[in-house]
T-cell receptor, first 110, second 118 residues
C-alpha cells in the first residue's frame, strides 16, 4: 500500500513566524511532489511542485525534497492569517497515479 | 477560461436514488479524475480517465460509474445512493505525461459537489 503521511495538526504559529509542514511517502519510485492548499469548504489549489532533491523557492514558500529519506516539506515564511488552511501533500508515482495525504491544518494567529 | 466546472454544488438524495454529477473542463486536459473527500480525510480517487473513451477504477469505485465521451466532460454516476456516499466530490483534470516536465499531473480542481444521502 503506497502511502503519504502528514501530521494532521493543527499546527499553530504566530503571525510573521515560519510555518513548517512535513510529509513522508512510502514509494521510492515517486517522481514528483506537490503541495496543495485547501481553505475550509473550498477545493484544493496548487502552491508548488518539486521534482529534484533540494530546495525550491517561490515567494514566501519553500519546498524541500529529500528522496533518500522519502521526505518532503513546505516552509511558509512570514506567515499571515490568510495562510490558515489545510495543506495537502501529494505524491505522483508515475503517470496518472497521485496519492494525497490527509492534510495538515495550519492556524496563523494574528 | 472557466477551468474545471462542476454541477450541482449541493444535493440531498434519499437512499436508493440515483444521480449524475457533472464535470467539464476547458483546458484541453487529457486526464480527468473524480475524488471524494470525507471530513478530516484526504482525497480518495474514485475513477480516472486518460482520454476520451478510456476510464479506469481508482481506490474506491464501488457504487459509482463514469463515462468519457468527449475530452471536456467526465460525468460521475451514482446508482442506488447509500449514506456511506455522503461526501464532498471533487473533479480534477491535468495535462498528463504529454504536458512536459513541471506540468505532469499538476491537477486543477473544480469547486466540488457536497452530497448528502439520507
Amino acid at each position: 500500500q503506497k502511502e503519504v503521511e502528514q501530521n494532521s495538526g493543527p499546527l499553530s504559529v504566530p503571525e510573521g513566524a515560519i510555518a513548517s509542514l512535513n510529509c513522508t511517502y512510502s514509494d521510492r519510485g515517486s517522481q514528483s511532489f506537490f503541495w496543495y492548499r485547501q481553505y475550509s469548504g473550498k477545493s484544493p489549489e496548487l502552491i508548488m511542485f518539486i521534482y529534484s532533491n533540494g530546495d525550491k523557492e517561490d515567494g514566501r514558500f519553500t519546498a524541500q525534497l529529500n528522496k533518500a529519506s522519502q521526505y518532503v516539506s513546505l516552509l511558509i515564511r512570514d506567515s499571515q492569517p490568510s495562510d490558515s488552511a489545510t495543506y495537502l501533500c501529494a505524491v505522483n508515482t508515475g503517470g496518472f497515479k497521485t496519492i494525497f495525504g490527509a492534510g495538515t491544518r495550519l492556524f496563523v494567529k494574528a | 477560461n472557466a477551468g474545471v466546472t462542476q454541477t450541482p454544488k449541493f444535493r440531498i438524495l434519499k437512499i436508493g436514488q440515483s444521480m449524475t454529477l457533472q464535470c467539464t473542463q476547458d483546458m484541453n486536459h487529457n486526464y480527468m479524475y473524480w475524488y471524494r473527500q470525507d471530513p478530516g480525510m484526504g482525497l480518495k480517487l474514485i475513477y480516472y480517465s486518460v482520454g476520451a473513451g478510456i476510464t479506469d477504477k481508482g481506490e474506491v469505485p464501488n457504487g459509482y460509474n463514469v463515462s468519457r465521451s468527449t475530452t471536456e466532460d467526465f460525468p460521475l454516476r451514482l446508482e442506488l445512493a447509500a449514506p456511506s456516499q455522503t461526501s464532498v466530490y471533487f473533479c480534477a483534470s491535468s495535462y498528463g505525461p504529454s504536458g512536459g516536465a513541471g506540468l505532469t499531473d499538476t491537477q486543477y480542481f473544480g469547486p466540488g459537489t457536497r452530497l448528502t444521502v439520507l
